[in-house]
């Protein structure tokens, strides 16, 4: 299993062999290092905890400056369940992760979180059309319309009915990418189409 860390940069455009022009997204991942390494008879399952990026160590709590002490100040910190018991066998805490283990050509998924956008209606939040723009209509052009009324519910409101609310911040995860180019020099990796998440989003990448 391959898995490492990054965030989202920015979106561009490359060539392929064709000639062809080919939409990229900009992740800046890696190196991870190896923060705690969790086992079934320690832990109850098995896992790998990984920390990336840097903060300033005044805003870094106790407890988890202790956990990592003399490995770094990390920003994200972020564990992935493992089942292969070989690969388990060969990490070890203090151990770096880069993007060598990934090629170009590789399938990956990605998650990371999508863009907050606030409290918004139905029509944004859920593609509602809106009320008639005639016949006296004044203020509910943008109104969701009944929500219940002679429904089996017995006028309640149904269960997952779509309404106005919160939209965004969502974990957005996306499989069946293709790695398209891995620059080690810059830690950067060019992957296929879009993904969710603004600029700087924390982007969790398996293979």
């Known amino acids: 299993m391959k898995f490492i860390l990054g965030v989202k940069k920015n979106m561009s455009q490359v060539f392929d062999d ?7 997204t900009i992740l800046e991942a890696g190196p991870v290092v190896i923060t705690q390494v969790k086992t079934v008879a320690t832990d109850g399952y098995n896992a790998v ?34 089942e292969d018991e070989k690969v388990m066998s060969t990490l070890k805490v203090g151990d770096k992760i880069d993007l060598s283990s990934f ?28 009320q008639p723009r005639s016949h006296g209509q004044k203020h509910s052009e943008r109104a969701p319309g009944s929500i219940s009324g002679g429904t089996r519910e ?6 997952k009915m779509r309404m106005a609310g919160r939209m965004g911040s969502d974990v957005v995860t996306i499989s069946g990418l293709k790695v398209i180019q891995i620059d080690q020099a810059t830690n950067e990796i060019l992957v296929l189409g879009a993904m969710a ?6 982007v969790e990448i398996t293979g």
Request: hydrophobic share 30%; glycine share 20%.
């Open 18 to 24: 064709k000639g062809n022009v080919v939409p990229v």
């Open 49 to 82: 905890q990984i920390g990336f990026g840097t903060k300033k160590e005044k805003n870094i709590s106790k407890a988890v400056k202790g956990h990592v002490k003399g490995l770094g100040n990390f920003r994200f910190i972020k564990e992935f369940r493992i």
């Open 154 to 159: 017995g006028g309640r409101v149904p269960k």
């Open 103 to 130: 090629k170009e050509g590789d399938t990956i998924t990605v998650s990371s979180i999508s863009k907050g956008k606030g409290f918004q209606g139905v029509i944004k939040r859920h593609g509602f059309k809106g």
């Open 197 to 202: 998440g603004r600029r700087g989003t924390l």
